[in-house]
């Protein structure tokens, strides 16, 4: 329907009323960019384009950016570009001892809202792409409930080297092994050469296509559109239908928090259980469902139905099958297809039709690869969340679908308290087969903003010793880590009086995934010694300036999904999920609109 005359029927929050301030000083704004008066009057998208030249992943969104607006013209609407911070884990985890990555994505968060609700725009088209785009763009669109649609950009094609496959996970991994002097630099040169072929995220089961995915099943994507190679036929049809239901998405007032209901939730979860999807699904599932002030406990959840899910499909780095593969057997919707009545099928999406409507139409055309509930690759869960005397609140656990590893370790610690420092000791030979590498000071506040921890576990794999030491954090690990015995994101975290601050080098430490624990084996009176004589305020972390202070004032504890906004009022706080009002036509719960007098008419 492109009757701009129809659209106007359905009143819209960036119509000023003629006459007013804002009125005129727009208008010349906008009429010295070629815009019409009957433009001015269309539904106002913004698409969302978290474009840089710094990473490959961002590489192609300006030119997918100019296919969104023709298509969301072609609706009948008019489309304005707005940028964010393009954080890449690869690039900008060098600086602020990796900081910038997590806290970037409350930013992108933060520089959508102050984009959109300042211009009183009517609708958002997010363009998502690498890890921290598509959480960050779902959180905004959960704050401002705002008509929004998110678009999977699409993953990098990859290449060979030395006729074997290489891609990005294997650069990284091969790094680990050079810093151990057990592969020579030429050979991790043409591997870094070879490895990207083209634009997008990573290729393999890692945050970003693990959270793609999650947009899909909970109902804020187009059904099918997830995952898909980058600049591929099949992504351009897919932006240009997202282009043209975003309009409609204005005109019938389908806002996110409609959708992100506990139903929703579940249905991301428990795709995201049968997928063996990236460990950092959890905290930006649980972002999400904070900045829609739900109530919902994410993590609760994907312990509830862990042992319900099987596994479905076993995509790198989690199992044999390349992501191509799982694109070509049916992608993100066959696999909810085959999952059947453990979802809630009759969960609404953006497309207008149910999710379990539109799984209906995706054949399994894979079945090797997109396994059926009769036969999974495996019944147990590959995402674990353990507890314990050294973890009271959450640890999390990332298992390989073909599981050899010991399902316990029990050893003792050896602790640093930087990537750097752990480094170092793995090449001096400080770290001994048997113990069990503490890496502290890395969560949300100490970093601050989550370091990675993902170096040191693959300089474990690179030194021989994977399997053979474990690994505990309060750190974030990539989603294409998958080695070894390694709990992370240890909560609470050091910097935050957890017992991690007390370990010392020889505590013994044991894991046991059987019983999903992780304790710290020293007596109660030696802690408490060790609290008196300054052990936990000695965890306290070092003075940061600029944004990272600013992260640091304000976060909130991972279970709370490490978000920035304050804890919501006790009268939504204890409102089931499914309650939350949405705002009537034209307004939403933010409400920063201009004045009385220039309110739509």
Known sequence: MNDSTELRSTPLRSNYRPGTSPWA????????????????????????????????????????AVAAKQAIADAGGIGFEIRTVAPSDFIHSVGGRGGYILSARDL?????????????????????????????????????????????????????????????????????HHAQGRLGLDELTGMSENAVAGPGVCAGMGTANSMHIACEALGLAL??????????????????????????????????????????????????????????????????????ETGIDVYGLYEELADRVPLLAAVRPNGPHS????????????????LGDLLHRDAPTVSGRTLGE????????????????????????????????????????????????????????????????ALDGLRDGEVLPGQVLVLRGLGPKGTPGM????????????????????????????????????????????????????????????VDLATRRIDLLVPEAELALRDADGARAAAAPEPVTGWLSVYRRTVRPLQEGAVLTPRPSADVEARPAREVPSAPAGRHPIDRGPADESRPV
């Open 25 to 64: 000083v727009r208008r010349a704004q906008w009429r010295a960019l070629g815009l019409t008066d009957e433009d001015m009057a269309k539904p106002k998208i913004a698409i969302v384009n978290s474009s840089s030249q710094l990473a490959s992943c961002y590489s192609h969104l300006d030119e997918i």
């Open 108 to 176: 992108i968060t933060h520089d959508i809202e102050a984009a959109v609700e300042g211009a009183q725009l009517d609708g958002m088209l997010c363009l998502a792409s690498c890890d921290k785009t598509a959480p960050g763009q779902l959180m905004a669109a959960a704050r401002l409930d705002l008509p929004s649609l998110i678009v999977g950009c699409g993953y990098q094609p990859c290449g060979t080297f030395a006729g074997r496959h290489c891609d990005i996970e294997d650069v990284f991994l091969a790094a680990g």
């Open 223 to 292: 059904p099918g559109s997830t995952p898909v190679q980058a600049n591929s036929p099949r992504m351009w049809d897919d932006v240009r239908a997202a282009g043209r239901r975003i309009v409609d998405l204005v005109r019938e007032d389908v806002r996110p928090r409609a959708l992100l209901t506990r139903e929703a939730f579940e249905n991301a979860v428990t795709v995201m259980l049968a997928l063996s999807a990236s460990i950092n699904s959890v905290k930006h599932l649980q972002a999400v469902a904070e900045e829609a």
């Open 323 to 338: 992501i191509e593969e799982f694109e070509a057997a049916g992608g993100a919707l066959a696999v909810i297809r085959q």
């Open 358 to 421: 539109e799984s209906a139409r995706r054949p399994v055309t894979g079945p090797e690869v997109i396994r059926s509930r009769e036969h999974p690759l495996g019944s147990r869960p590959t995402i674990v969340l353990v507890r314990g005397s050294l973890a009271p609140e959450t640890g999390i656990v990332k298992l390989s679908v073909d599981e050899d590893r010991p399902g316990a370790f029990t050893g003792p610690a050896k602790v640093y308290e930087t990537p750097t420092a």
């Open 451 to 510: 370091g990675m921890a993902s170096r040191p576990v693959f300089a474990l794999d690179g030194a021989g010793l994977t399997g053979k030491v474990a690994v505990v954090t309060d750190g974030q690990l990539s989603g294409l880590v998958n080695k070894g015995i390694v709990v992370g994101e240890v909560s609470p975290e050091a910097a935050e009086g957890g017992p991690l601050a007390l370990v010392r080098d020889g505590d013994t430490i044991r």
